[in-house]
């Protein structure tokens, strides 16, 4: 063997800088627990951060410590007290140990041997989150890369279940279609194209005021499709939206897929979690009538992505979804065999990720993600009030999750000034780094978007938001910028 494979794989070298490495991390999350200088977002234009990767390249070989240390100071940091962004979650330390520990072993889990471990603690993990919904012993399911893809594969299985041809094995002459809110995820909508659904294979059912699907529609729509020769296999609900994290009327929808013995799935992704909260779990009331449901534990169960939970009422249901022989992995695909994962999920070869989710179980049991969750979503509430006592400030509507939608619109600009005038808000803030806030359009009128992920943000930190935003609106007019 060649010195520097024996460099590469030497464990000393892999002990110092692994100790290292954690003590750097540890400073870090010290950091971005205290009031500290350090941006929320150290921003780049795409150009600018490629060229200085280029340059890095360029100069050859180097020391990785100091790479993992650029790369820690360049990136967005989740974090932060003033990451309010995205919905993505700041993982619990112990999650990425997990996340380290499943990195160097490297087990798989689409067959039992090469994950024996990964496989039986991910189906822990399933069945934990399967009796938090309330699920009785044949539920079951199976973790999955990222929300999209949970997505695709439980309508995948809605169409093994529900549509009147064998379209897995014969392919389809019918059209197919799902109905979904129009406020739904896009994944959902690529879900019904990528099977081959096409524009008439995703019928958008149109919001209400507070942006929850219009269920009494659902029944027009329904006629309106068959009258069209068209054959609706399921009905999604969101629970919650992305833009606005509303709740569909996850009963209203259950009911009537019910009635129409129509395949009935839930996008949980971000607002199931609220399952583990007594004081939220209302909220998703009509979710264990479902048939399928998708959680993202790295959104609210504080575990790094990819970690996704596609869960079915019916565990049966998930071994129908594919039915293909790969006689080096299994020799019979009809065998239930839950050790086995391969033969439910699109994964081949997959990530440990039960592992990860499970440390966070094992070190502080469910506990933890009731209290995330609740915590999270008072704080939502506790924003939106800051928001409406403010002059000048509009909130989209009351928030229901940690996902709060506001605008800034002090002297009652008209519609196009009011867009302008955020865009140019959220673009400086972007720019300047302090925070990191996004932005969404609903009933298409423009809103800054907030989503409070992290445990340490409090009050403070949403006022110094809102102080900040007022100072950059000063700053509006006298700029030629046209956003
Ligand atoms: C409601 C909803 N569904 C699905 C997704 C996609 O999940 P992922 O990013 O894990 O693919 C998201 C992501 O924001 C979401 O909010």
């Not at 999955?144 to 094995?169: F, Y």
């Not at 359009?441 to 809102?466: C, H, I």
């Amino acid at each position: 063997m060649s010195d520097l494979l024996h460099k590469a794989f030497d464990p000393e070298n892999f002990r110092q800088s692994g100790h290292q490495l954690i003590d750097m991390l540890a400073d870090y999350l010290r950091e971005t627990q205290s009031d500290t200088n350090l941006k929320a977002i150290p921003w780049k234009t795409p150009d600018e951060q490629l060229k200085a990767w280029k340059e890095d390249e360029a100069q050859g070989k180097g020391d990785v410590m100091a790479l993992f240390k650029r790369v820690m100071e360049d990136s967005i940091h989740i974090h932060h007290k003033k990451y309010m962004g995205h919905q993505v979650v700041p993982p619990a330390p112990v999650t990425a140990l997990a996340s380290l520990l499943s990195s160097l072993l490297n087990n798989g889990s689409a067959v039992y041997e090469m994950g024996a471990v990964a496989n039986a603690i991910e189906r822990v993990v399933v069945q934990r989150i399967c009796r938090e919904i309330d699920w009785q012993d044949e539920a079951g399911g199976f973790l999955t890369s990222g929300g999209t893809l949970a997505n695709l594969t439980a309508l995948l299985a809605a169409r093994r279940a529900k549509s009147s041809e064998d379209v897995w094995l014969k392919g389809s002459g019918k059209k197919l279609a799902l109905m979904v809110s129009e406020e739904a995820h896009y994944c959902v909508d690529r879900a019904a194209r990528v099977m081959g659904w096409g524009d008439e294979g995703i019928i958008k059912i149109p919001a209400d005021k507070r942006l929850r699907m219009h269920t009494e529609s659902l029944e027009d729509y329904l006629q309106q499709a068959k009258a069209q020769g068209i054959e609706v296999v399921a009905v999604v609900g969101s629970a919650c939206t992305t833009s606005s994290g509303t709740y569909d009327d996850l009963e209203a929808i259950a009911n009537f897929c019910q009635q129409h013995k129509l395949w009935f799935h839930v996008d949980g992704a971000h607002g199931g979690t609220a399952v583990f909260s007594p004081k939220y779990r209302h909220l998703v009331k009509g979710m264990e009538q479902a048939d399928s449901v998708v959680i993202d534990l790295h959104k609210m169960m504080l575990t790094p992505a990819l970690t996704t939970a596609l869960l079915f009422k019916n565990e049966a249901d998930s071994y129908r979804t594919f039915a293909q022989q790969a006689q080096y992995l299994w020799s019979d695909q009809e065998e239930h065999e839950w050790y086995n994962m391969g033969k439910r999920t699109m994964e081949c070869t997959k990530l440990m990720m039960g592992v990860k989710a499970y440390a966070l179980l094992k070190s502080y049991g469910t506990e933890i993600i009731s209290e995330y969750v609740t915590r999270q979503y008072d704080l939502g509430k506790t924003f939106a009030s800051m928001i409406e006592k403010r002059q000048g400030w509009e909130l989209a509507m009351p928030p229901a999750t940690n996902i709060v939608c506001f605008r800034y619109r002090p002297e009652k600009q008209d519609e196009t000034e009011a867009e302008q005038l955020n865009a140019y808000i959220r673009q400086q803030l972007l720019e300047e780094g302090e925070f990191y806030i996004v932005q969404t359009r609903l009933k298409n009128k423009l809103y800054l978007r907030t989503t409070l992920m992290n445990p340490f943000t409090t009050e403070k930190e949403l006022n110094a938001l809102l102080e900040r935003i007022e100072e950059v609106a000063a700053t509006w007019k006298s700029t030629t910028l046209n956003y």
